[in-house]
């Protein structure tokens, strides 16, 4: 949890450049008290209106919500709705510099009408249509004055023409020279334009569409291989998969909230797992803090934002100072010991990277383990489970059973007791040497309980 801390801490001072498809959002309230006698629909009467960013420029909006540096490129009509567009973005505190006014290509337009709390339907202004030569150009040029000041850059295609086949390579290009991260939201029409991206971020169904494939690990794997980066696939309330080139492949369920509204939950997860994996988090991690953030969005009327101290607070509830109690060195890391009575114990373990426990098993004591953060093996007598954070598993007394740190990790053990006198050790605890990633490992957590992987092949 520290890592994570220090992470959101640095957010402010990361900068992120934002290409892709602008769009204004439109949110109409009033109430429904009858029927049209014209056709059976119902009568809004208008109480109030909200306009917001929307599509690449939502994203822009949580990435400035968590105090990162934003600049947004892309095309803009020269309209209403696309001046309005800009002067809410500035409001931000957005660079808009880069954003290319043209009268031939209106800008988008999302208009929810919206009756107590529930959405009666959406209506679309836009005219999607390629970006002529020039335009192309004139973003190309942009990106090129801009690309070495910038720590990543997101791609957000919502398929509405700013993305062309040769505009996009060379974004991934100019990127890749200058040793830039980059992650993309896709469209699956635009699909083979994203080759080259470093993590891409479908939606279950444009990843569906995709690959054809019947589960989300079919999926997973398939894009996986076809694009050569990671995959993380959201699943709106249901949180998100991530499968690693490395074959690690592992889920986080969503948290147990009321859902008021998915829109630009997708945006929420690009901007916090970017601004993660910038900020030195893994992308277990940086996933992780994203699910924490998309529960706080999705609990939000229209396509909403996140803001820094919205997270803050939101992992920060239950939080607890443990600096002050016992900690006992040990061979693969150390434990801070919590209670200890005759009741129960508990305890963190702080568990290094490649360092194993040793292989054993108590005859009274029965053990549960919480993985809080990193990522860790447990063998659990005949059967390997891998857990990732948020995810437990428990011990039962005459249980062989040890654990190891795929990465860096923290556990939480609650027992029933520790006596040494009840534990019974095989083998000792030491360093190893292995290859992680020898296997397709997969640890798929659903309601926080992990599902025993297939490792046929260590």
Not at 241 to 268: C, H, L, M, W
Not at 362 to 372: A, G, I, R, S
Not at 397 to 426: A, C, F, M, N, Q
Not at 438 to 444: L, N
Request: proline share 3%; hydrophobic share 40%.
């Amino acid at each position: 949890m520290k890592n994570i801390q220090k992470a959101i801490k640095s957010f402010s001072q990361k900068k992120i450049l934002v290409v892709g498809d602008l769009m204004l959002d439109l949110y109409t309230y009033g109430t429904v008290n009858r029927i049209s006698p014209e056709a059976p629909v119902p009568i809004l009467l208008k109480t109030d209106e909200k306009y917001s960013p929307g599509g690449a420029a939502n994203v822009a909006n949580n990435l400035r919500g968590l105090g990162a540096e934003v600049a947004v490129c892309g095309i803009a009509g020269e309209d209403s709705n696309g001046e309005r567009l800009l002067v809410l973005l500035n409001e931000l505190g957005i660079d808009t510099k880069a954003v290319i006014k043209t009268p031939d290509f209106p800008t988008t337009l999302k208009q929810r009408l919206i009756a107590e709390n529930r959405q009666i339907v959406r209506v679309d202004e836009e005219n999607i249509q390629e970006l002529n030569p020039k335009e192309q150009k004139d973003i190309l040029t942009w990106i090129e004055f801009l690309v070495g000041k910038y720590d990543a850059i997101i791609l957000s295609d919502y398929a509405k023409g700013v993305f062309t086949k040769n505009l996009t390579s060379e974004i991934i290009k100019l990127a890749k020279k200058h040793n830039k991260l980059i992650t993309a939201d896709i469209k699956p029409v635009n699909k083979s334009l994203f080759k080259g991206a470093h993590l891409i971020f479908p939606n279950l169904k444009e990843a569906e569409e995709m690959t054809g494939g019947n589960t989300i690990n079919e999926m997973g794997a398939h894009l996986v291989k076809y694009f050569n980066c990671d995959v993380v696939i959201t699943k709106g309330a249901e949180g998100m998969a991530v499968f690693q080139r490395d074959n690690i492949y592992f889920e986080i369920p969503g948290r147990k909230i009321e859902v008021f509204d998915v829109s630009g939950a997708g945006d929420t997860v690009i901007a916090v797992i970017t601004l993660g994996l910038i900020s030195n988090l893994n992308l277990n991690d940086s996933a992780n803090l994203a699910n924490f953030a998309g529960s706080i969005v999705v609990q939000k009327a229209g396509t909403a934002s996140i803001k820094l101290e919205e997270l803050e607070a939101y992992i920060n509830i239950g939080k607890y100072h443990i600096d002050n109690v016992e900690i006992v060195p040990k061979v693969w890391g150390y434990e801070k010991w919590l209670e200890n009575n005759s009741r129960y114990c508990s305890k963190l373990l702080f568990l290094k990277q490649d360092y194993q426990c040793s292989l054993h098993y108590h005859k009274v004591k029965d053990e549960l383990f919480l993985v809080t953060s990193g990522h860790v093996r447990f063998e659990l007598g005949k059967e390997i489970i891998h857990l990732m954070p948020g995810s437990f598993i428990r011990v039962p007394p005459k249980t062989l059973h040890r654990y190891r740190g795929i990465v860096d990790s923290e556990i939480l053990e609650v027992s029933t007791h520790h006596s040494e006198k009840d534990s019974y050790r095989l083998e000792p605890s030491r360093k190893i040497e292995i290859d992680n990633t020898k296997s397709f490992h997969k640890a798929v957590i659903v309601d926080s309980k992990a599902i025993i992987p297939d490792e046929s092949t260590l």
